[in-house]
Antibody, heavy 121, light 106 residues
Framework: EVQLVESGGGLVKPGGSLRLSCAASGFTFRSYSMNWVRQAPGKGLEWVAYTSRSSNYIYYADSVKGRFTISKDNDRNSLYLQMNSLRAEDTAIYYC??????????????WGQGTTVTVSS | SYELTQPPSLSVSPGQTASITCSGD??????ACWYQQKPGQSPVLVIY???KRPSGIPDRFSGSLSGNTATLTISGTQAVDEADYYC?????????FGTGTKVTVL
């Protein structure tokens, strides 16, 4: 079964750090690009970051650029999101999502169940 | 920054057709995908490359692109189709999601 499972969410104070993980199974992880997408409470979807399959191309949303770092470990079948200098507005459910080639229009076809990040004092 | 605009909400009677639009500059040069999200669940891809359906998506879901407007059409809408729907496209180095449309089946 193709599956993505996120972990690492929790409660953190403003200015703090958190590292999210996404474990992939059931498919050849190294063959796919990956994304992090978040959803604040009661709000819509917001794309956060993208990495190509070998991490040659990495893109960030302006809202997280310089604070978040996406990384992909093809040997461990895992995707990560290092989040630093967290703000209240980063509070959201964070999803990892499988992708193909950036700009191909093939969409994010597999999503995890999400992990919740709450930034509050 | 690149923006995609959708109507906030749409009501449709069971068996009728629901059409959700997504407008954005240069969308015609990029193409669009569509996602369905039910309450408490993760998004599901329902249309990619403007009009293609992933395996397992019912054929009542269809997509089209005309000029800078993409449209998701649900024909013969069922109660199970009640959900939020998001379009998605891309810029030179960033993905963008539409504002989302809540579809209510009355």
């Amino acid at each position: 079964e193709v599956q993505l499972v996120e972990s690492g969410g929790g409660l953190v104070k403003p200015g703090g750090s958190l590292r999210l993980s996404c474990a992939a199974s059931g498919f050849t992880f190294r063959s796919y690009s990956m994304n992090w997408v978040r959803q604040a409470p009661g709000k819509g979807l917001e794309w956060v970051a993208y990495t190509s399959r070998s991490s040659n191309y990495i893109y960030y949303a302006d809202s997280v650029k310089g604070r978040f770092t996406i990384s992909k470990d093809n040997d461990r079948n895992s995707l990560y999101l290092q989040m630093n200098s967290l703000r209240a507005e980063d509070t959201a459910i964070y999803y990892c999502a499988r992708d193909w080639v950036y700009g191909s229009g093939q969409g994010m076809d597999v999503w995890g169940q999400g992990t919740t990040v709450t930034v509050s004092s | 920054s690149y923006e995609l605009t959708q109507p906030p909400s749409l009501s449709v009677s069971p068996g009728q057709t629901a059409s959700i639009t997504c407008s954005g500059d240069q969308l015609g040069n990029k193409g669009a995908c569509w996602y369905q999200q039910k309450p408490g669940q993760s998004p599901v891809l329902v249309i990619y490359q403007d009009s293609k359906r992933p395996s397992g998506i019912p054929d009542r879901f269809s997509g089209s692109l005309s000029g800078n407007t993409a449209t998701l059409t649900i024909s013969g809408t069922q109660a199970v189709d009640e959900a939020d729907y998001y379009c998605q496209a891309w810029g030179s180095s960033a993905y963008v999601f539409g504002t989302g449309t809540k579809v209510t089946v009355l």
